[in-house]
């Protein structure tokens, strides 16, 4: 197994910069409806590099393209990106979505989130906001607060 370096915590002004911040993420999944070509693979690969260079002129950042196969019975590929504007991701989505690999593709889910400041840890910083190089694999989990959560005190 490759050991990742643990990279340097933001500093205390970066980490009220990062929260001080507007920033949207997406996580979208799409299944294979049809069959891509060999032939056309390299094809597909270069669009969307061109489209992922374009995207980051605007501030769409592509975080990651990921295998879900067989992670999903019902999915293939997972774009996770961010922007500081939502609709800026839906443009996003859409050019996609009209790219010749899109066109393969049929969308399954798709989750949009907004970055804010956790009210319980403010030095928690997201990776992907702290400027972390992207891993192999994403590891999400659900945090679900209830309504009784809110009423907590701040020392609980």
Known sequence: MTERPTPAKPSPARMREINDTIRYAMWSVFAIETRLGEADRAAYA???DELIADLAGQDVVVRGLY???GLRADADL???WHAPDSTALQAAYQRFLRTGLG???K???SQLALHRPAEFNKSHIPAFLAGEDPGAYVCVYPFVRSYEWYLLPDDE
Do not use: G
């Open 46 to 48: 270069a669009e969307i």
């Open 67 to 69: 295998d879900v196969s």
């Open 78 to 80: 997972m774009i996770w």
């Open 103 to 105: 066109q393969h593709l």
């Open 107 to 109: 969308p399954v889910w």
